[in-house]
């Protein structure tokens, strides 16, 4: 993406009139659009629309300023966000660091761009490979006496750090309802089973005893309902009679953490728009 | 496939000389294998085994004598089939036509080699269909009253024409547990959902409210728990928010046409093993 | 799609206000935006945008009318379709017969919405097949002494029938250089490989040869270069050492069905805009 | 795999008898079979044979002076490897970091069952990152005036090191004619492109100038013809017009190394048979 790039992101309910107000604002601001997608969702009448534009030539504030009245006219849920500042992405973790070594890589290599000011987790067995990342590892235990203060540590961390998104990279606690509320739509989890089967523990050893052929990985928002979020992405992975429940676990590893960063990339790059328990990821 | 070839298929408890004792039947028999596959299934201490095998200087009759002997000693459950002698498949189908074409014509262009008896069908929107390809068509109503005769009607065209195999090509009326303890691994299903997710009706809707982004299908073998039985093939398709129910849909005709190709595939050249509800299959 | 929707595709060098003019216009003749794509090439230099829109409430006439000077000013390349007529589409067809059969059921089907007025063949194999379908058949030979007057003849029923899309279905005939160019961006062909690879005859056998672990079909806009015009969609399918080159012919089928009818859905949607050898396909 | 467990892979040309003696001899010493694959080429009247077998009851050497005597008279070139002693694999690389990463977690996780003695590199660039994972890091620089010398030192430390396997992850260099023989086989490469297409140089801007919709890698066997050694795995990945050729290098990264480790598991399990210049791949 190019430097001064920003991506204006809008869902509203849908009328004749909105792709012109917004273009028209966008030209006299001599935007370019480098890319751009609209959705109309008849099922609930909504409009979403995600917008790649280039060569703002007023300050955030005043673009923002000026855009708040067409919003406020349409009642419109915007963001606009520059591709030059780099989310902030707190990761937790707990023993498998299939994912974490999968988004330290991307993230070291610059394949995927976002900061990580600091890894959490209720273990210690990955803060030497965090560490040698240059990542401040911090050790929350999580006991079930203590899960209200360690989340209030989790918490403050977040806070700490000004983090705006939490990946939960085969995080093995579940996140209290009162944070899944307070972070809606920040936290994004990889669950190990294509949703809605094998909901709960132990999903490759469920798909083993059912005798799937496939076996695959999801990407989504954490709600209250446990494993129930809005989705951002799923893949699979063949298997067959050969594979063990272990063995799937190993071959699991590798879509959860492809499904992982790829859903991950969508969040970054504002792709994703959330409305009900569903999504509109504009790839 | 070879004139003068067979498929040896064995399962049967795990222990040293299996292997030993059936090759060297066969190559007193002066067999050519022109492929095989082995699975110890360290999970059920079982064997399987699959054997291709060419040139067979005796006749059916004096091979399965003494192969029975073997079977014996080593428990067995096998079956040879002649790769010459077709299956019969007998398809069942309701209105929707896509699966029903789509293995008409497999048949027809001789890319999947199984004679078709007969086609039979609580509706009769098929008929010139089906008639066209010069394959008997018959029309068997079923109605919440009627049911016992119906599937009665069923079973003696099943017999009437000799088939050894029922595919249930989108035909939507749940079989009596009666037929499907008789026809135990011989009646295929394909379901419209990626199994275990979306059990019952609808699931294209089912998929679309979960905001799902693969949909599936699944080929089974049809057991008396509903949508429960041995899993044979399975397969997806990413679909996103722009598709509505009714494109799903769709989209879902070309998986489950392409699922139920792949496992009735199997299942003809006898590269499928069922051991409890699941399947080996030597693909 | 609904009744009176309309997709408006538009190509032409980038620059600030192009959105900003267009959707202007839309709002001010009262249209919805179902869905729209906007694509800047940073490489070429140019935008490319498709718009499905409803509920236009001027006339065809009209709204081409207002909308020619936006594009003089802006340089465009621009075509409105209506949804509602459907695009009409000559098959043509040689021996082989799956791709024909799968367009034949998508069409009769409605999955996919065109018109097919006719098929034409240098054989007579499928004459009974497609007027079983109601369809004109109309055979005409080729030979190295007639191809120019049996192209001229094809070109009559291209100019009798009106139609606008050639779709050539495994047809094995060249098409002359001068159709290539008089029907730019309207003859659709399957070819039955990943290419580049594999260019000419018997791409299968010469995969055999090289022993790849994946075949492939590629749909592309027929242009003077054999096999080398703009890409619209292309698939592959796994094989291995057990495939004899015939039964990579066989698996080859589904592929290239598949990519055909894909790729024409994309065409028949105003999805493909073609740029130098290139396409945008706003899938 | 089980303690006490071989891999013994068989090929000869094909008769009857060679199942019944090889499974006679392993009967014998007690040998149960995991997993077995047979494949008879009728292309080349060649016969392979995969067999995973446990509880061997003699020594290594007392199976293989047996063995050797049914060898020759089949004519088999045969290996007996233990599953429990790993692969020696000697990693070379340059500047491109993301498939050693990739490897060296799969070796670390225990994901993939081998031992690296030593990375070697014409580079620095790798040498914290391999030294983190407490593996020797050699660096041989190579200039088109040192080739040879620098060659005969990768010679040195590969026969000092013992290793069986040399891995090029993104080694940019070509190896010589004479290495390619020493050590046939047992050199894997993983070339960028879907091969055969885009041989040589810069495959993705190749791939980007061509308009492909899919993008792939290719892991083979090392030979003196440039990137047409035997295949051992192919994949691909969808690319589509907003993608550069910048972006289609990284997400090719994703595929590269991905298709380099299943190559790599078939070639450490012994599933893979070279035969001319093709492959079985017992998968």
Not at 40 to 46: C, L, R, V, Y
Not at 55 to 75: L, M, N, P, Q, T
Not at 93 to 101: G, I
Not at 256 to 283: C, I, M, P, S, W
């Amino acid at each position: 993406m190019k430097t001064n790039a920003y991506v204006l992101t809008i869902s509203c309910p849908d009328r004749v009139g909105i792709v012109a107000k917004v273009s028209a604002f966008l030209a006299e601001h001599d935007c370019m659009i480098a890319e751009a997608n609209h959705h109309a969702d008849t099922h609930s009448g909504m409009f979403f629309m995600r917008n790649e534009i280039t060569d703002i030539k007023v300050s955030d504030e005043e673009f923002r300023a000026g855009f708040s009245k067409i919003a406020e006219e349409f009642g419109m849920q915007w963001k606009l966000n520059s591709t030059c500042e780099k989310k902030r992405v707190l990761l937790m973790v707990s023993k498998q660091d299939h994912c974490l070594q999968d988004l330290l890589y991307r993230w070291s290599s610059g394949e995927l761009e976002y900061d990580i000011p600091c890894v959490i987790s209720n273990h210690l067995d990955m803060k030497a490979l965090v560490e040698w990342y240059g990542i401040p590892y911090i050790h929350v235990p999580v006991t079930p006496e203590n899960k209200p203060q360690a989340f209030a540590e989790v918490v403050k961390w977040v806070d700490h750090y000004e983090a705006d998104t939490i990946v939960l990279a085969r995080y093995m606690q579940i996140i209290p309802p009162e944070l899944c509320q307070k972070y809606s739509g920040q936290i994004i989890n990889i669950h190990h089973s294509f949703l809605p089967s094998f909901i709960g523990a132990k999903p490759y050893h469920q798909a083993f005893e059912r005798g799937v052929k496939l076996i695959g990985a999801t990407c989504h928002y954490v709600t209250e309902d446990l494993d129930a979020g809005p989705i951002i992405e799923q893949d699979v992975v063949r298997v067959s009679h050969s594979e063990s429940a272990a063995e799937m676990v190993i071959l699991g590893k590798d879509v959860e953490k492809n499904v992982l960063a790829r859903g991950l990339k969508f969040h970054l790059q504002d792709r994703v728009l959330v409305y009900g328990n569903k999504t509109v990821v504009f790839a």
